[in-house]
C-alpha cells in the first residue's frame, strides 16, 4: 500500500511566524501536491511537482512556497503566516502524468495561526 | 469561481437505502470524472471514475452516472451502509494533462 506520511497533525503558530510542512511518500510517486481544504471550497490545489526540483503553482499559490530536493519529500512553506491560512492541508502523491485521477492522499495537517 | 459544485453540503440516509449524492460542473472541457471519499482524520481516497465517453460506470454497491448535456453526474450508492459516512468529494479533469479539481463536498450520514 502507498503511504503518504504528513510530520504532524495538529500544528499552533502564530501570525508571522515561518512554518513548514512536511510530507513524505514511499512508493516512488513522480507527482507530489499540496491541498488545502475549507469548508464549503473542498481541496484547492496550492502546488505541485512532478519531478525533483520541479514545482508548479495551483489555483491558490499565494502566500505559500514549495521545496522538492529529493523524490520522496514534498515540503510546503508559509513564509510569514497569517490567520486566513488556517486550514487543513492535505499532501497527496500519484504515479504517471499529473493527469492520473488515482491520487494517494496523506492524512492531513490541521493548521492553526493565532 | 468553482468550477465543480456540489449544491448539497449534507445528506442523510437510512441504512439499506439509496443514496444519491449530484455534482454539477461548468468547463465543458472536463473529460473525465472523479469521486472520492473522506473519513474524519483520514486523507481523502479514490473511489469510482467515470470517462467523458460513457454515461455509467459501476463497482459494486456504487454507480456513477454522466449527464454530459446536462453538465451533471451523480453517485448513487445501493444499499447504504453505516461505514459509508463519509465526505464524498466529485471531482474532474480537462484532459490527460490536467490536474483534477475537486468539487466542496457532500458529508453523507447512513442512519442505522
Known amino acids: 500500500d502507498v503511504k503518504v506520511t504528513q510530520s504532524s497533525r495538529y500544528l499552533v503558530k502564530r501570525t508571522g511566524e515561518k512554518v513548514f510542512l512536511e510530507c513524505v511518500q514511499d512508493m516512488d510517486h513522480e507527482n507530489m501536491f499540496w491541498y488545502r481544504q475549507d469548508p464549503g471550497l473542498g481541496l484547492r490545489l496550492i502546488y505541485f511537482?512532478?519531478?525533483?526540483?520541479?514545482?508548479e503553482k495551483g489555483d491558490i499559490p499565494e502566500g505559500y512556497s514549495v521545496s522538492r530536493e529529493k523524490k520522496e519529500r514534498f515540503s510546503l512553506i508559509l513564509e510569514s503566516a497569517s490567520t486566513n491560512q488556517t486550514s487543513m492541508y492535505l499532501c497527496?502523491?500519484?504515479?504517471?502524468?499529473?493527469?492520473?485521477?488515482?491520487?494517494?492522499f496523506g492524512s492531513g495537517t490541521q493548521l492553526s495561526v493565532l | 469561481d468553482q468550477q465543480v459544485k456540489q449544491n448539497s453540503p449534507s445528506l442523510s440516509v437510512q441504512e439499506g437505502r439509496i443514496s444519491i449524492l449530484n455534482c454539477d460542473y461548468t468547463?465543458?472541457?472536463?473529460?473525465?470524472f472523479l469521486w472520492y471519499k473522506k473519513y474524519p482524520a483520514e486523507g481523502p481516497t479514490f473511489l469510482i471514475s467515470i470517462s467523458s465517453i460513457k454515461d455509467k460506470n459501476e463497482d459494486g454497491r456504487f454507480t456513477v452516472f454522466l449527464n454530459k448535456s446536462a453538465k451533471h453526474l451523480s453517485l448513487h450508492i445501493v444499499p447504504s451502509q453505516p461505514g459509508d459516512s463519509a465526505v464524498y468529494f466529485c471531482a474532474a479533469r480537462r484532459t490527460s494533462y490536467d490536474k483534477v479539481i475537486f468539487g466542496p463536498g457532500t458529508s453523507l450520514s447512513v442512519i442505522p
Open positions: 497527496a502523491s500519484s504515479s504517471g502524468t499529473i493527469a492520473n485521477e488515482k491520487l494517494f
Open positions: 511537482s512532478y519531478d525533483v526540483k520541479m514545482k
Open positions: 468547463n465543458s472541457m472536463f473529460d473525465y
